[in-house]
């Protein structure tokens, strides 16, 4: 069974960082692609930065510079470190499986039960 547990998230001020972190089972997790994709409240869902297979790692706009997003196939666990949060990076966060070992648009497999970021004075 495949299982995704993220964790990490949690209330932080304007400029300060959080480390969220994705616990995966069930799959051999360097074959696959793995991304973070969040939503705010009322919003769409938003891709924000995936990590292939082979280990080439994509950031949306909105987040590049701020994010690092690093795969850890020994422990096959994700993880996405923000730095320099802003209120408008507020979210659900949550780790999402790629059907294969590249990213695309709509190719995701499975997700994790999410952690929300807020960020707040």
């Known amino acids: 069974e495949v299982q995704l547990v993220e964790s990490g998230g949690g209330l932080v001020q304007p400029g300060g960082s959080l480390r969220l972190s994705c616990a995966t089972s069930g799959f051999t997790f360097s074959n696959y692609a793995m991304y973070w994709v969040r939503q705010a409240p009322g919003k769409g869902r938003e891709w924000v930065s995936n990590s292939n297979a082979r280990g080439h790692t994509n950031y949306a706009d909105s987040v590049k510079g701020r994010f690092t997003i690093v795969r850890d196939d020994a422990k096959n666990t994700l993880l996405l470190q923000m730095n320099s949060l802003k209120p408008e990076d507020t979210a659900m966060y949550y780790c999402?499986?790629?059907?294969?070992?590249?990213?695309?648009?709509?190719?995701?497999?499975?997700w994790g039960q999410g952690t929300q970021v807020t960020v707040t004075l």
């Open positions: 999402v499986k790629s059907k294969t070992d590249i990213y695309y648009p709509d190719g995701d497999d499975y």
